[in-house]
């Protein structure tokens, strides 16, 4: 399940399910988000993107979905796996300007 | 490809003192950024860097921090008189233009601590 507590909000599956990460974003008027992945001692990577014209994208085992009348934004990682343990981070952009981060979701897989 | 470097990996420096911290980016990648990331909690935004424009400077924190890209290619982010507060993960990220609409490539940080 999902619970948010002092730290980070973590979301344990089990190793093969669907894991679902959510994030809400702050302006309306963003055009572009990213996902991004960070393992312990890593920077972060890039999982995938999206616009706004756009409400679906799929990759490999990953797809995000955009629902701009509510700024939520959702990625979705299919089967799984022990190497997808990792903090997961959703970051939104308004055209030309910085980048906004969220603060992130720690994926834990069980075995 | 290598991809972003940046060192030293740790630092560890008594309050007071300057730090200098360093970033190589992708090779061609015109575009930097700093961020800082505190323990558990997301990336804020400290500077950013395109070509030969003059950089956005709006993230840095206090008139201690300051940050120079020499060539077009690498960058120094300084930190004077260090305060215990400005112990952090600090990463750089490059990008191949300007910051509209694509990706950052990031490295994987200096985690500073001031004793």
């Known amino acids: 399940g999902e619970s948010v507590g002092l730290h980070l909000p973590t979301l344990s599956v089990q190793e093969g399910d669907n894991s679902i990460i959510n994030c809400a974003y702050s302006n309306s008027a963003s055009d572009y988000f990213i996902w991004y992945k960070q393992e312990s001692g890593k920077g972060p990577q890039f999982i995938i993107d999206i616009r706004s014209n756009m409400d679906k994208r799929q990759g490999q085992r990953v797809t995000v979905l955009l629902n701009k009348t509510v700024k939520h934004l959702s990625l979705q990682i299919a089967a799984t796996q022990p190497g997808d343990s990792a903090v997961y981070f959703c970051?939104?952009?308004?055209?030309?300007?910085?980048?906004?981060f969220g603060p992130g979701t720690r994926l834990s897989v069980l075995p | 490809g290598a991809g972003v470097s940046q060192s030293p990996s740790n630092k560890v420096t008594e309050k007071g003192k300057d730090v200098e911290l360093r970033c190589d980016p992708i090779s061609g990648h015109t575009a930097l950024y700093w961020y800082r990331q505190s323990l558990g909690q997301g990336l804020e935004f400290l500077i950013y860097?395109?070509?030969?424009?003059?950089?956005?400077k709006s993230g840095l924190p206090s008139d201690r921090f300051s940050a120079e890209r020499t060539g077009g290619s690498v960058s120094t982010l300084t930190i004077q008189r260090t305060q215990q507060e400005d112990s952090a993960v600090y990463l750089c990220a490059s990008s191949p233009r300007d910051r509209t609409n694509q990706p950052q490539h990031f490295g994987d940080g200096t985690r500073l601590s001031i004793l």
């Open positions: 860097f395109q070509g030969n424009s003059a950089p956005d």
């Open positions: 970051a939104e952009q308004n055209y030309g300007q910085n980048f906004v």
